[in-house]
């Protein structure tokens, strides 16, 4: 590259730089919010049930009744207070039950929320499909990868909406990342790694239990469903992220996140070879789950990337604030993502390769200097030895932005108008299949291999 090369990179990338604004019409465009003068006609209503009352279902509901024309019909749960509670805030004449499948049955009830346990996650999708409802189903889609395949099956079969919730697909922070890296503003992607770590107490699952929980006030063995049998335990109930019967720890929790932004930046189907490395290091509580997991995941080369390396760890012991770190290492810049903003810093790498400094050339003998000095003059003549850095470019949303709000408004657009959903079946099982495997590795002390087409893991 000659100065005047050097020169128009630079106003190129200057330029793609002043493209990243956070105007209401980009933002607007990305998220797709619903301006205020969006009319709703009777027929375009949707009903929904909630499936799980507990603090998922409230951030989940909330949600969706921010969206024009959605409306909450009923709630279960299977501890009574939730009803109670469900009732004080969407409404008295609200309909409750302990049975998710009496809302199944109402013929006034359009799609349905679930935020349940992972052990129900694939059952309750199967059934409200079969029932023709529309599904928002929480990540992970399953907790048992073989399971998946049901729900791809139904879904497909059904002609239903079928959403995971894993609201990173929606994010405007990762739409604009994948249109940078579509750009190719990175150069090819070498390497990623995304840490998302926990200090405090609420974030590690030691959620708050109600005094007057008890047999009588929760349907415990309902709640165990397919989970082997235990004797009443309300821990169990309300922090049952602590536990493998019910749960898939702190991979199916938060990989899930960062696998669903990565596929949905780079467009990939997923890894070939996982290997997870677990314990058990802080929260001496009776759990089973480790608090520490760190991953190594192999991606293959793909029509959207060339092979690459990802790392991944979720520390619930960690003492230092917590927080997410997220970056996308590329031959020619590198993203780093957050929950709520972006930065792409970006430059072109040094075309010769220098000398003299930390260099065996200083090794050479006077006469050797001098041979190899009109050598390297004649080979690389103007060529640059440093790298070439264009501006910075960040990105940070509105505030308030809400990507769980994005996820909605896809959701139901795609009720109301047919468009497939990003986040569906195929895509959720993508996510979740991995990131179970990292726990399957971590307890096998061996890696796993996974068939991102096929969606198996061996």
């Not at 409404?91 to 013929?107: H, S, V």
């Not at 679930?114 to 529309?134: E, F, M, Q, T, Y």
């Not at 749960?247 to 467009?267: C, E, K, N, P, Q």
Request: aromatic residues 12%.
């Amino acid at each position: 590259m000659d100065h005047n090369g050097r020169r128009k990179f630079i106003k190129k990338l200057s330029a793609g730089a002043a493209l990243m604004t956070v105007g209401t019409d980009v933002f607007s465009r990305e998220t797709r919010i619903i301006p205020n003068n969006y009319r709703i006609s009777a027929n375009d209503k949707v009903r929904i049930g909630l499936i799980g009352s507990g603090i998922i279902g409230h951030y989940d509901l909330d949600t969706a009744l921010k969206v024009p024309g959605v409306e909450v019909a009923a709630v279960c749960d299977l501890y009574d207070g939730r009803l109670e509670r469900a009732k004080e805030k969407w409404g008295t004449d609200l309909f409750t039950t302990r049975d998710y499948r009496e809302i199944l049955n109402r013929k006034d009830i359009d799609a349905v929320l679930i935020c349940v346990p992972d052990h129900w996650h694939s059952r309750i999708s199967i059934d409200a499909l079969n029932a023709g409802k529309h599904v928002y189903c929480e990540k992970p889609m399953v907790k048992v990868i073989e399971d998946g395949h049901g729900v791809i099956n139904a879904h497909k079969k059904s002609g239903k909406v079928f959403q995971v919730g894993s609201q990173r697909a929606s994010s405007v922070v990762t739409l604009e990342a994948k249109k940078y890296y579509d750009q190719g503003i990175i150069g090819d992607l070498a390497y990623v790694e995304a840490i998302c770590d926990r200090s405090d107490a609420r974030g590690a699952w030691q959620y708050s239990m109600p005094l007057d929980a008890s047999p009588q006030t929760i349907d415990f063995d309902r709640f165990l469903g397919s989970a082997p049998k235990v004797p009443f335990d309300a821990v169990r109930f309300f922090r049952w992220r602590n536990y493998k019967a019910y749960g898939t720890g702190v991979a199916g929790d938060l990989f899930v996140h960062l696998l669903t932004g990565l596929h949905t930046i780079t467009s990939s189907d997923g890894p070939t070879k996982i290997f997870g490395i677990g314990d058990l290091n802080y929260w001496k509580d009776g759990r089973d789950a480790n608090d520490l997991v760190t991953a190594l995941m192999d991606y293959p080369k793909a029509a959207t990337h060339p092979s690459f390396t990802f790392m991944t760890r979720v520390n619930l012991a960690d003492g230092s604030g917590g927080g997410l770190y997220w970056r996308l290492v590329g031959t020619e810049g590198v993203m780093e993502i957050g929950w709520s903003d972006l930065k792409i810093k970006h430059f072109k790498r040094p075309e010769a390769p220098g000398f003299g400094g930390y260099d065996s050339y200083e090794s050479f003998s006077a006469k050797q200097k001098e041979e190899f000095k009109k050598w390297y003059e004649a080979k690389y003549a103007g060529a640059t030895t440093k790298d070439v850095y264009a501006p910075e470019i960040t990105f940070k949303t509105e505030p308030g932005y809400d990507d769980r709000y994005s996820h909605m408004i896809n959701f139901f657009e795609s009720i109301r108008s047919g468009k497939p959903v990003l986040e569906d079946s195929t895509f959720g099982l993508r996510a979740a299949g991995p990131s179970i495997a990292a726990n399957l590795s971590a307890d096998k002390g061996a890696p796993i291999k996974w068939d991102p087409i096929n969606m198996k893991a061996s």
